[in-house]
């Protein structure tokens, strides 16, 4: 299985390569962060994440797969991210 | 009367060498087959001082097939293995004919390593093994007459074989892995897709690339985090002077809107001033690997061109030998003579003024080279330096002169306002004594905020208060001069081949730009490399050679030892290596195949969004650019490039007319941006 972002090969059973598993790991993480900070639900900071200029471009390659994702998946804007394991079940 | 035969390392020392040792100072100067050799009269000796062109010999395969794993090996004339550097063969010649009838055998090539292979080589394969009993070894930091005299006299009675041994234990172990790891690549990938791409890792670059992809994941995976600062100005004696909130950074938008809200437009207390003074020490003289990041820092030069000027100033004499590690200049450099020859240059001024002093020591570093002592300007005076020579040179001198002056000594001072139980600080700060800085001038960093009066207990009024949404930056790519501090702090390479190993990683295609970018070849190859041979990209194991490899010029263990143990280190990762060799070959011939298609691929077309690549048209074989829509036909959309040069991608539109702008590289020009669309208005100006 190809990464669904590049021509690596995609970690088994994960739809990403190792690097851009590891740039959607560090996202999930951030996440956490800018809630502390301040109040913002998951699309908004994904639009954030993926206009920002020192966002890695493996982790805004991910966020603006996550939002269209989001986008399609959640019309109604659900403050929470998915889960990764109900991601995949709807993939 | 003997004939006597000296053995430089570059045509320009031969010269510098034979008119010191000339009791005249005029050497006879000859030429055999085309190389320049001088006849010298010292001590009724007649001395033939002849150069190489550094190295005339090379580790090559001995016989067999273009394949792996190969361990057999032997040294031969550079021209024989790659005949790209025909001229040496010549020198071969002309010193073999030179050394017929000499009783005695000099090596004055640079004292180092390197040098005094290059002279072993020589002596040991064109004048023959009885040579190696006759030679001698003369030892110099500078090529300057005193130098080179004061070498003379105290010559070795022996050639210097522990560093001899070293130079070829290294040269061996270079060779076996750089070829066996290289051929084991390329040939991977010449059985996974038919075609053929030299790639190449070595015992050093493995781990240096494997540095470069580290901090290119960390980059590429970065998520900033927000912070908010509090940006405020306050009114001062009629100036307008930046503030800052002494809680630093604040992790909470809602605690920022508050101390916004509460001290916007209020007038604050100015609580305490304090002030205090700072010493400066001058800076530790400079090694090589100093030189070459400070010259980074200040003029930009990549780490191999500062050494390839540095060099060049040694062989004109100006400077000391660069390639050193040393951060120390031993008593016996006698620093007085040095600024004496400085007084005759436009450092006359500042000379004079350190001459004048009782006592004049520099300021050393930790780090030493058994070999040389620190870069330092030799106080010969130079003529008609130009150009980037003149500002490495500039720099050298005037970094020297630092190291001899005193302490500078600045002065800070620190006002706290408080501000509705808020506090913020004013800083500023001043040099009062400048000390080493007026001779390093204009390298010195310097940041100058002077205040005006401050006084306990006044009213300070804020002019401006507001919470900034900022956000944490990624970790910054490697430059050319930070990942040679890198390479350094790991303890790998040597300060001689750092720079030429950063040069490589570029030829081949592993990493492009300045900050360096590691390139899909480039994470292909560490990849693959991580995966099969894991050993490769380790520091330790490259860190472990090179400390035997010390310790052989130390007399500690024997060359032939330490080779054999490579030999035993590379057979199992190339017996897998053979094993895997179809999976590997897949994996970068498909990397390489991403970095074409990424080469290639120039913006989006504007008729139809696809992507616009470089084609070359069928008969005509020139390149132009097209939509790939016009395989199936869908789109027609093409553009004339220039035939000339590098074409790259910029990810910019045109304004004008909505097409890719591309940017054109060509050699010895600055590249330059245009619209792909030839037709575009933004050129009708031009046309
Ligand atoms: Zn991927």
Not at chain 1, 50 to 78: D, I, K, M, Q, Y
Not at chain 2, 18 to 45: N, S
Not at chain 2, 546 to 558: H, M, S, T, Y
């Amino acid at each position: 299985m190809r990464c669904k972002l590049c021509w690596r090969d995609a970690v088994e059973g994960e739809d990403y390569c190792t690097y851009h598993l590891e740039a959607y790991r560090r996202i999930l993480e951030a996440y956490e962060d800018w809630r502390r900070a301040m109040d913002i639900g998951w699309e908004e900071f994904l639009r954030e994440v993926s206009e920002n200029p020192a966002t890695g471009e493996w982790a805004r390659e991910v966020a603006l797969r996550l939002l269209g994702e989001f986008r399609s998946l959640s019309p109604s804007g659900s403050p929470f991210p998915p889960s990764p394991r109900r991601r995949r079940g709807t993939s | 009367m003997s004939r006597i035969l000296v053995i430089c390392e570059k045509p320009r020392a031969a010269q510098r060498i034979a008119e010191a040792l000339d009791e005249g100072g005029k050497p006879l100067k000859r030429r055999m087959m085309g190389v320049t050799y001088y006849i010298a009269r010292r001590a009724g000796d007649e001395l033939v001082i002849v150069s190489a062109l550094g190295h005339l010999y090379t580790v090559a395969q001995r016989g067999g097939r273009w394949t792996y794993p190969i361990f057999n090996f032997t040294w031969v004339p550079v021209h024989e293995a790659d005949r790209r550097a025909g001229k040496r063969g010549v020198f071969i010649e002309a010193i073999k004919r030179l050394s017929r009838d000499v009783e005695g055998y000099v090596s004055a090539c640079d004292y180092d390593i390197e040098g005094s292979l290059i002279a072993y080589n020589i002596l040991r394969y064109t004048c023959g093994e009885s040579s190696l009993k006759a030679a001698r070894r003369m030892r110099f930091s500078a090529l300057t007459r005193r130098d080179i005299l004061r070498a003379w006299e105290n010559m070795s009675g022996t050639l210097d074989f522990p560093l001899i041994e070293a130079g070829r234990a290294r040269h061996e172990v270079d060779w076996l892995f750089g070829i066996n790891l290289s051929r084991a690549l390329t040939l991977s990938v010449k059985r996974a897709s038919g075609f053929y791409r030299t790639l190449s890792i070595g015992r050093v670059q493995g781990p240096t690339l494997s540095f470069i992809r580290d901090r290119e994941v960390e980059v590429r995976t970065f998520v900033p985090r927000p912070y908010w600062v509090i940006e405020a100005e306050a009114e001062i004696g009629g100036r307008r002077l930046k503030v800052e909130y002494a809680g630093g950074r604040i992790e909470r938008e809602a605690e920022a809107l508050e101390i916004e809200r509460r001290c916007r437009g209020k007038v604050g207390l100015l609580k305490a001033v304090s002030k205090s003074r700072q010493r400066i020490q001058p800076p530790t003289l400079f090694n090589l690997g100093d030189l070459q990041r400070e010259a980074y820092r200040v003029f930009r030069y990549s780490p191999s061109k500062t050494l390839r000027l540095a060099e060049s100033l040694y062989l004109d004499a100006y400077i000391s030998y660069p390639r050193t590690s040393s951060q120390k200049l031993p008593p016996t450099i006698d620093v007085r003579e040095i600024l004496s020859g400085l007084r005759e240059t436009a450092y006359g001024p500042l000379a004079e003024e350190l001459l004048s002093r009782k006592t004049l020591r520099p300021r050393e570093g930790r780090m030493d080279d058994p070999a040389h002592p620190a870069i330092h300007p030799t106080g010969v005076a130079p003529k008609g330096l130009k150009g980037a020579g003149a500002r490495i040179y500039d720099l050298i001198c005037r970094r020297f002169m630092a190291s001899l002056g005193e302490e500078a000594v600045r002065e800070r001072v620190k006002a706290e306002i408080d501000v509705e139980g808020y506090l913020f600080h004013l800083k500023g700060g001043r040099v009062i004594e400048a000390g080493w800085m007026r001779f390093y001038r204009p390298y010195v960093r310097e940041k100058e905020v002077e205040l005006p009066s401050l006084e306990e207990g006044m009213p300070i009024r804020l002019l401006k208060v507001k919470a900034v949404r900022r956000f944490t930056k990624p970790p910054s790519r490697y430059n050319q001069s930070s990942l040679l501090k890198r390479m350094e702090e790991a303890e790998i390479g040597t300060k001689a081949t750092r720079a030429e190993i950063l040069d490589t990683l570029y030829r081949r295609g592993y990493v492009e730009g300045d900050p360096m970018r590691i390139t899909d070849l480039g994470f292909a190859i560490v990849e693959t490399l991580s995966h099969y041979c894991p050993e490769i990209l380790s520091v330790e194991m490259t860190r472990s050679l090179e400390r035997k490899l010390q310790a052989i010029q130390l007399g500690e263990v024997e060359a032939d030892k330490v080779v054999e143990e490579a030999v035993e280190a590379l057979k199992p990762i190339l017996k897998r290596f053979k094993e895997r060799e179809m999976a590997i070959g897949m994996e970068i011939n498909r990397a390489i195949r991403g970095d074409i298609i990424r080469a290639n691929t120039l913006g989006s077309c504007p008729r139809c969004g696809r992507e616009l690549r470089i084609f070359r048209g069928r008969e005509s074989g020139k390149r132009f650019a097209g939509c790939v829509g016009y395989f199936d036909g869908s789109c027609t959309v093409t553009y004339p490039l220039p035939q000339r040069g590098r074409i790259e991608a910029t990810g910019k539109r045109c304004e004008v007319c909505g097409a890719p702008i591309i940017r054109v590289i060509r050699r010895g020009r600055r590249p330059w941006e245009l619209c792909i669309d030839p037709n575009c208005p933004s050129k009708g100006v031009r046309r």
